[in-house]
C-alpha cells in the first residue's frame, strides 16, 4: 500500500480528498492529514509517506513553498486548486510535481491521476530493481576476474588453462573468456603470458639465478622458446635485459 498524505487548511476539503482518493479503491491508504505544508513536510518524514495530495493556497506554507521543499525527496507531490491558475502550473513543474487537480475533485480525476503515478512508481522500481541486480552482477564478474587474477600469480610454473580457471569461479570457459576480455582488455592465455614475462623481469633483476632456472620456475621446459617469447614482448633476450639493468 502507497501512502497519501492530504493537506488543505479547510476540514471539509480534506474529507472530499479523503473520501474520493477512498473510492478509487487503488492500493494507497491515507496516513495524515495536514491543515498546511510545513504540517505535510513534518507527515512526508515521520510516515515515510509516498505522495502528498494537497491544496495550493495555504497558510504558513501553501503548495508551492511545499513542492520546492519536496523537490528533492523521494516522496511525489500532487496539487489542488480551486481555479485553472496557470502560473501556479508553471511553477508547479518546475518542482517536479506529479499533477495538479482542480476542484472539486471528482473520484474519476483522482482515480486517473494515482493510476497514472502508481505506475510511474512502479515503473521506477523495477527499473532501480534492473540496476541493483546489474549492480550486483557487475560486482561479482570483477569478483571473478580478481580471483583468476590471483590464481594465475599463484600459479606460474604450472600449466595454467581457462578451462582451470572457469571451474575455479564457477563459470563456463566461454563466458570466462569473454568477460575477462572485456575486464581487461586482452585474452586470458596472452595475460597468463604477460605475468609470466613480468616475473621473469624480477628474477633476473632481483636474482642471480641462471636464464634456464628462471624459464623453469615459469613453466618454460624450452628456454628458447621462452627467450623468444621475453624477446618478443621486451624488445630484447632475458640476459641483454639483465645487463640493462631492466632498462633495454
Known amino acids: ?30 496516513v495524515q492529514e495536514c491543515a498546511n505544508g510545513l504540517e505535510a513536510l513534518d507527515a512526508v518524514q515521520k510516515h515515510a509517506a509516498d505522495l502528498v495530495i494537497s491544496d495550493v493556497k495555504m497558510p504558513i506554507m501553501d503548495g508551492i513553498g511545499l513542492a520546492e521543499q519536496m523537490a528533492l525527496m523521494t516522496a511525489n507531490l500532487v496539487l489542488v486548486s480551486g481555479y485553472d491558475d496557470f502560473q501556479f502550473a508553471q511553477k508547479a513543474i518546475r518542482y517536479g510535481v506529479k499533477d495538479y487537480l482542480l476542484k472539486p475533485v471528482e473520484m474519476e480525476a483522482m482515480a486517473d491521476c494515482l493510476e497514472r503515478w502508481i505506475q510511474g512508481r512502479e515503473l521506477l522500481k523495477e527499473a532501480m530493481g534492473d540496476a541493483n541486480a546489474s549492480l550486483q552482477t557487475e560486482k561479482a564478474e ?17 600449466e595454467i588453462t581457462l578451462t582451470d580457471a572457469a571451474a ?41 639465478l641462471r636464464v634456464s ?27 641483454e635485459y639483465r645487463k640493462s639493468g631492466g632498462k633495454p
Open 213 to 239: 632456472e628462471i624459464a623453469e620456475r615459469l613453466g618454460y621446459g624450452d628456454i628458447a622458446y621462452f627467450s623468444n617469447t621475453f624477446k618478443k614482448l621486451t624488445g630484447c633476450s632475458p640476459l
Open 1 to 30: 500500500m502507497y501512502k497519501i498524505i492530504l493537506a488543505d487548511d479547510e476540514k471539509w476539503v480534506r474529507i472530499v480528498l479523503r473520501k474520493a482518493v477512498e473510492q478509487t479503491k487503488l492500493p494507497v491508504t491515507i
Open 168 to 208: 575455479l569461479v564457477h563459470l563456463n570457459p566461454s563466458y570466462l573468456s569473454q568477460l575477462f576480455k572485456q575486464q581487461t582488455g586482452g585474452k586470458f592465455v596472452d595475460y597468463v603470458i604477460v605475468m609470466r614475462m613480468e616475473e621473469a623481469k624480477r628474477l633476473l633483476i632481483k636474482t642471480a
Open 142 to 158: 570483477m569478483s571473478a576476474i580478481e580471483q583468476v587474477q590471483q590464481f594465475v600469480a599463484a600459479n606460474l610454473a604450472k
